[in-house]
């Protein structure tokens, strides 16, 4: 059964703070793992990485696939208030019809 | 514009009854999902389909039933048999099972 760890649940910070987010899994054939960013209601899309691209930037958001530790980190620089949400870490295997498999999150907290 | 549309927004259920969720997507999507987020939990698979008159169970399918029979639409009927159904429930879609999953907005069921 895939599974998928994320570490730390919570983390509070101030404005300008670096912060980094972690997540661990076990998947059977290992496919992509995905970042998804959940303000309020809807999870949004932030990154997808997998054995060919484990290295993604997008602004103060970067992310990194540990193939070798089956981790995956994900890391903002200069965090804002408007950075609070929970991060949700997914991974796919080839195994499962390609079907997520969720941890259960970090809950990101920005203070001004 | 381009999205996902799940309704309605809030739903109470009484003990015994069924209530079918709606969720809409115009972002011509093969797959569609729906998921069960609980507080301080990641989002759980509750079925999932990959093509039109098509589905599958995901880890937690007992309770639930659901229907593809439009590209478009993937209702969800929460049955008597979920004995624990208030919960906030989340669909979504993807071009194809391997690619990044786009979300609605939720909607959050309450027994009552």
């Known amino acids: 059964e895939d599974k998928v760890v994320q570490s730390p649940l919570s983390l509070v910070v101030h404005e300008g703070d670096t912060v980094t987010l972690n997540c661990s899994y076990e998947?059977?054939?290992?496919?992509?793992l995905l970042w998804y960013k959940q303000e309020k209601k809807a999870p949004t899309f932030l990154f997808m990485l997998?054995?060919?691209?484990i290295e993604k930037k997008s602004g103060r958001l970067s992310s990194i696939l540990d193939k070798k530790e089956l981790s995956s980190i994900l890391n903002i620089t200069a965090t804002q208030t408007g950075d609070s949400a929970i991060y949700l870490c997914?991974?796919?295997?080839?195994?499962?019809?390609?079907?997520?498999?969720f941890g259960d999150g970090t809950t990101l907290t920005v203070k001004p | 514009d381009g999205g996902i549309t799940q309704s309605p927004k809030y739903l109470f259920r009484k003990e015994g009854q069924n209530v079918t969720l709606s969720c809409e997507q115009n972002?011509?999507?093969?797959?569609m999902y729906w998921y069960r987020q609980d507080p301080g939990q990641g989002l759980r698979l509750i079925y999932y389909?990959?093509?039109?008159?098509?589905?599958q169970k995901g880890d937690i399918a007992e309770g639930y039933s659901v229907s593809r029979e439009k590209k478009e639409s993937f209702p969800l009927t929460v049955t008597s048999a979920q004995k624990n159904p208030t919960a906030f429930y989340l669909c979504?879609?993807?071009?194809?099972?391997?690619?990044?999953?786009?979300f609605g907005q939720g909607t959050r069921l309450t027994v009552v």
């Open positions: 979504a879609s993807s071009y194809i099972m391997n690619t990044e999953a786009f």
């Open positions: 998947v059977t054939n290992f496919r992509s």
């Open positions: 997998t054995s060919s691209g």
């Open positions: 997914a991974v796919k295997g080839y195994a499962n019809a390609g079907k997520s498999t």
């Open positions: 972002l011509n999507h093969d797959a």
């Open positions: 389909s990959q093509i039109v008159n098509d589905f």
